[in-house]
T-cell receptor, first 112, second 114 residues
C-alpha cells in the first residue's frame, strides 16, 4: 500500500516566523511531489511541485526533496496570517496516469 | 467560463436515492478525477479517467458509477445513496503529461445523505 504521511498538526507559528511542514512517502519510485494549500471550506490549490533532489524556491515558499530519505518538506518564510490553511502533500500513485495520493494534511495557524 | 466547474455546490438527498454530481472542464485536459474528502481520511480517489470512454477505479469506488462520453464532462453517480457517502466531493483535471502535471480542483460539492 503506497502511502503519503504528514503530521496532522495543528502547527502554530508567530507571524514572520518560518513554518516547516513535513511529508514522508513510501513509494521509492515516486519522481514528482506536490504541495497543495487548502483554506477552510475551499478546494485544494497547487502551490509547489518538485521533481529533483534539493531545494526549489518560489517566493516565500521553498520545497525540499530528499529521495534517499523519502522525505519532502515545505518551508514558508515570513509567515503571514493569510498562510493559515491546511497543507496537503501529494505523490504519484505510480505509472504515468497522473493519479496522485494525498497525505491527510497539516493544519497551519499563523498567529499575528 | 474557463476552468473546472462542479454542480451542485450543495446537495441534500435521502438514503436510497440516486444522485449525480456534475463536473465540467474547459481545458480539454485528458485526465479527470473524483475524490471525496472526509475528516480523518483526507482526500481519497473514487474514480479517474485518462480520456473519453476510459475510466478506472480508485481507492473507494463502491457505490459509485462514472461515465465520460465527452472529454469535458465527468459525472459521478451515487446509485443508491447511503449516509456513509455524506462527504465533500472534489472533481479535478490534469493534462497528465510527463512529470510536470498537477491537478486543478473544482470548488467541490458538499453532499449530505439523510
Amino acid at each position: 500500500q503506497k502511502e503519503v504521511e504528514q503530521n496532522s498538526g495543528p502547527l502554530s507559528v508567530p507571524e514572520g516566523a518560518i513554518a516547516s511542514l513535513n511529508c514522508t512517502y513510501s513509494d521509492r519510485g515516486s519522481q514528482s511531489f506536490f504541495w497543495y494549500r487548502q483554506y477552510s471550506g475551499k478546494s485544494p490549490e497547487l502551490i509547489m511541485s518538485i521533481y529533483s533532489n534539493g531545494d526549489k524556491e518560489d517566493g516565500r515558499f521553498t520545497a525540499q526533496l530528499n529521495k534517499a530519505s523519502q522525505y519532502v518538506s515545505l518551508l514558508i518564510r515570513d509567515s503571514q496570517p493569510s498562510d493559515s490553511a491546511t497543507y496537503l502533500c501529494a505523490a504519484p500513485r505510480g505509472g504515468s496516469q497522473g493519479n496522485l495520493i494525498f497525505g491527510k494534511g497539516t493544519k497551519l495557524s499563523v498567529k499575528p | 467560463d474557463a476552468g473546472i466547474t462542479q454542480s451542485p455546490r450543495y446537495k441534500i438527498t435521502e438514503t436510497g436515492r440516486q444522485v449525480t454530481l456534475m463536473c465540467h472542464q474547459t481545458w480539454s485536459h485528458s485526465y479527470m478525477f473524483w475524490y471525496r474528502q472526509d475528516l480523518g481520511h483526507g482526500l481519497r480517489l473514487i474514480y479517474y479517467s485518462a480520456a473519453a470512454d476510459i475510466t478506472d477505479k480508485g481507492e473507494v469506488p463502491d457505490g459509485y458509477v462514472v461515465s465520460r462520453s465527452k472529454t469535458e464532462n465527468f459525472p459521478l453517480t451515487l446509485e443508491s445513496a447511503t449516509r456513509s457517502q455524506t462527504s465533500v466531493y472534489f472533481c479535478a483535471s490534469s493534462d497528465g503529461t510527463g512529470v510536470s502535471y498537477g491537478y486543478t480542483f473544482g470548488s467541490g460539492t458538499r453532499l449530505t445523505v439523510v
